[in-house]
């Protein structure tokens, strides 16, 4: 038996197995057998929108998806050409619309419309080279052609096994047709110069109601679940097995480079990977980049989840943004989560993060000693206003959570003359500040904070107040 099999996608009834999300980034080339099930409804997000019928996601979401699915699509083909097995089970073809970065505007003001430009895409993209593919479902199948490779692998599983969708393509050899229709719904694929073969298995779905039952509210897996996942792995082995005893040959000696046996379209066709390459080369760089100029764009969006130092980064980028002079402040006796001023005032603040509840009273208490710790410095001759920081139920969307301070807390804040600031908040004015230069904007924001006691409460974004809803409109393939 090979030394490592991977599932990724799906979970199957089998104790030895390692497994991994589509999210993941692992490497094929660590394991001899990958299964892959190209389910990608854990890509669609909390809140989904719907383009002509179909899912449309967000634009993270869809940037996050078409790099998971290339990702993959690389691991795949790279571990057919080092002599891997690729087992991928035929799910449904999933189409969903992604954003493609393109928006056009039109109007101004109230009448300021913006068209968000989609285009297409399926979970089957993860193929290198891609195939046809069509949904459909059924049960009746029969093996295609003489020594099939699958003869074992089908007599132990063929009866729970099923066609969810059609494939098609110029490099698809089938293995499993309807007996109707002679449609292809098994298959495998070989790449040119790859030891390894890509094998499109017939949907098995080992969540059917048969395979599981319930105990005190948890489904577990069946025995006769667990009997048809050993008998999935024991025979995928085999076919693995078979492959790679029938897909020998000689691995090219050094001499046949020598370029007296170079073919003219062989010469040609190199040429053209090499220009390829030199492109490919100037856009991953220029993809790193842009990695690491959305890493510090989306720093914000720790004002929505974070706690620790991540959320300190957060805010200080956020407070920085509202126009005040932000950092953190450490000597040998004291060290502040963040000092922030401008010509309106001076302030200290500590941040905070809880996962499922209310900030308290407790971070209000060390507030206060850093405010005097502050006004005990020789070069300080007037006590800063405090202001704490709360992120509350951060693991939760905005539009669910709770009150962010408790009563304690707000009550106490009033008698120390502190601000309470909501991380969410603070969010949404950064949003739009990072966007538009709004002088006048930020200086209310300023000042909301330096003349609230108790919770600060931000004027309205002014892109609020004027812009119209998104449109959609679909870019083609």
Not at 258 to 268: M, R, Y
Not at 291 to 320: D, F, H, M, R, V
Not at 419 to 446: E, G, M, Q
Request: proline letters at 3%; aromatic letters at 10%; charged letters at 25%.
């Amino acid at each position: 038996m090979p030394k490592n099999i991977i599932v990724i996608g799906t979970g199957l009834p089998h104790d030895e197995l390692e497994f991994e999300s589509l999210h993941s980034q692992i490497s094929l080339l660590d394991y001899d057998i990958s299964v892959f099930n190209p389910d990608i409804s854990s890509f669609y997000g909390y809140s989904l929108d719907h383009y002509l019928g179909k899912p449309s996601l967000n634009d993270t979401n869809s940037f996050k998806l078409q790099e998971q699915l290339a990702h993959w699509r690389r691991e795949i083909l790279g571990a057919v050409r080092a002599g891997k097995t690729v087992f991928l089970l035929l799910n449904e073809l999933q189409e969903v619309y992604v954003a493609t970065g393109e928006k056009s505007f039109s109007g101004t003001g109230r009448n300021r419309q913006v068209t968000r430009h989609v285009t297409s895409y399926s979970n089957y993209a993860l193929i290198p080279g891609g195939i046809n593919v069509v949904n459909s479902k059924g049960t009746s199948m029969t093996l295609c052609g003489k020594d099939n490779v699958l003869a074992t692998y089908w007599a132990e599983l063929g009866t729970v096994s099923e066609f969810r969708v059609f494939v098609s393509d110029e490099g698809v050899r089938p293995l499993v047709i309807t007996k109707t229709g002679n449609q292809t719904v098994g298959a495998y694929l070989k790449c040119k110069d790859a030891q390894g073969t890509l094998v499109l298995l017939p949907y098995i779905d080992f969540e059917r109601e048969d395979f599981t039952y319930e105990r005190k509210g948890e489904t577990y897996f069946n025995k006769k679940a667990i009997q048809t996942g050993n008998q999935f792995i024991s025979s995928i082995v085999g076919v693995d097995k078979v492959l790679r005893q029938g897909g020998e040959f000689t691995p090219a000696p050094d001499w046949v480079a020598q370029e007296k046996f170079v073919l003219l379209k062989e010469q040609q066709i190199r040429n053209k990977l090499l220009k390829l390459e030199t492109k490919i080369d100037a856009l991953q760089k220029e993809k790193e980049h842009l990695q690491q100029a959305l890493a510090s764009e989306t720093e914000l969006k720790g004002l929505l989840y974070e706690k620790g130092k991540p959320l300190e980064a957060a805010i200080l980028k956020s407070l920085k943004l509202i126009g005040f002079e932000a950092s953190q402040y450490r000597d040998s006796e004291s060290e502040f989560d963040v000092v922030f001023e401008s010509k309106e005032g001076r302030l200290i603040g500590e941040a905070e993060g809880k996962d499922n509840k209310s900030v308290n009273i407790d971070k209000l208490r060390q507030l206060e000693m850093n405010i005097h710790e502050d006004f005990s410095r020789d070069e300080i001759n007037e006590m800063a206003k405090g202001a704490l920081i709360g992120n509350a139920y951060r693991l939760s969307p905005p539009e669910d959570r709770s009150d962010f301070f408790t009563e304690k807390c707000q009550t106490a804040a009033k008698r120390s003359s502190i601000a309470l600031i909501r991380t969410t908040d603070l969010f949404y004015v950064s949003k739009y500040l990072s966007s538009n230069v709004d002088k006048v904007f930020a200086k209310r924001c300023r000042e909301a904070i330096l003349d609230t006691v108790g919770i600060v409460v931000f004027p309205n974004t002014p892109e609020y107040e004027t812009q119209a809803p998104e449109t959609v409109v679909t870019k083609p393939n």
